[in-house]
């Protein structure tokens, strides 16, 4: 019975490594929160997202939305946090004003996307982030000009 529990141990340990590391569970995430502000106003709506820089293809984008008085805090594959490195960021602020046009009762089509607000200045952005640990105070400062 020794033998066959020493022979099955590190397979298990491989599965269950396996299972942690795409899970998200294996990663060390840190809190990351702050304000987005549009033009200096603080702004709710908008859709960030942190894509590891340099990073395998298996590594998580982080992203989040942001709340009233443009809070937000990044979470990772639904864990709060992210985890430390350097980040590639984008940013969209979907209009909550518009209203898709209707081209017909049977159309089954995919949904016309709201415009960005910002014209899409940030969505494919070079810009970069450094996480060096926990923080309430990481501010995204954008223009809709």
């Known amino acids: 019975m020794l033998s ?3 022979k099955g141990y590190p397979f298990a340990a491989i ?3 396996s299972v942690t590391s795409l899970s998200g ?5 840190v809190e990351v929160s702050g304000i987005v502000s549009v033009d200096g106003e603080p702004t ?3 859709n960030l997202r942190f894509f590891p ?11 989040t939305q942001s709340l009233e008085g443009g809070q937000f ?21 979907p209009d909550p004003n518009f209203k898709p046009k209707k081209s017909g009762a049977m159309d089954f089509g995919d949904p016309q996307p709201p415009p960005d607000k910002l014209k899409g200045k940030y969505i494919n952005n070079s810009e ?13 400062e954008l223009k809709s000009r």
């Open 73 to 93: 805090t990044l979470t990772t594959n639904a864990d709060s946090g992210i985890p430390i490195g350097k980040y590639k960021w984008s940013a969209e602020w």
């Open 44 to 46: 709710s709506g908008v």
């Open 25 to 29: 569970c294996g990663t060390n995430l």
């Open 15 to 17: 599965i269950l490594c």
């Open 53 to 63: 820089e340099g990073s395998s293809p298996e590594a998580l984008p982080s992203s």
């Open 4 to 6: 066959t529990l020493s």
């Open 128 to 140: 970069t982030i450094e996480i060096t640990g926990a923080t309430t105070d990481l501010k995204i």
